[in-house]
């Protein structure tokens, strides 16, 4: 009787462990999924965000190449800039009387247009965010696009979506953080 008891012990020592190691390995298969689809997720985020960031170092090359007809200008050699004021005056001359110059930017090459970003608020709190183009060697208006149309993302330019997109994952500015936290 004596080993008979030691096989049963064995027997039943055997059985538990198989039986608390298949609930182990599917606890452990369970694990591992899980573990992978977060991974996969987070990882492809963190890819879009990386190469959105990297079209984005050339934002505005690729803004004057895609339209040119606004941020470019044709430059006389020798010429210099209009004033600053004369500058912002050709662009008070198309913006609302309600709309608030925000922002003025100065060519960044010697042919590319000065640009001024200004806000206009509806009478229903709707804010729009346009930005003037203007040459700066003669301060004649280019023209005029709609930057920003409150979280309207598609009604804007290429490079504005796709900052859009880079800062806040289309959830909309107020939801930026969770960009920012994750990264």
Known sequence: EIGN???????DTLLKNSTSNSLRDIVRRWLRLIHKVIGLSLGGIFVLIGLSGSVL??????????????????TGFGQDFRP????LDAAKSVMAPEAKAERITLPRHSKAAASITYVSETDDLDTYVYE???DPYTAQVKGQRLKIHGDDQFSQSFIDILTGFHWTLFLGANRAYVIGGIA
């Open 5 to 11: 008891s030691t096989k049963h012990d064995t027997r």
């Open 57 to 74: 170092v050339y934002r505005d090359a690729i803004d004057e190449r895609l339209h040119p007809a606004l941020m470019l200008v044709e």
């Open 84 to 87: 600053v004021d004369e500058i």
């Open 132 to 134: 003037i183009f203007i």
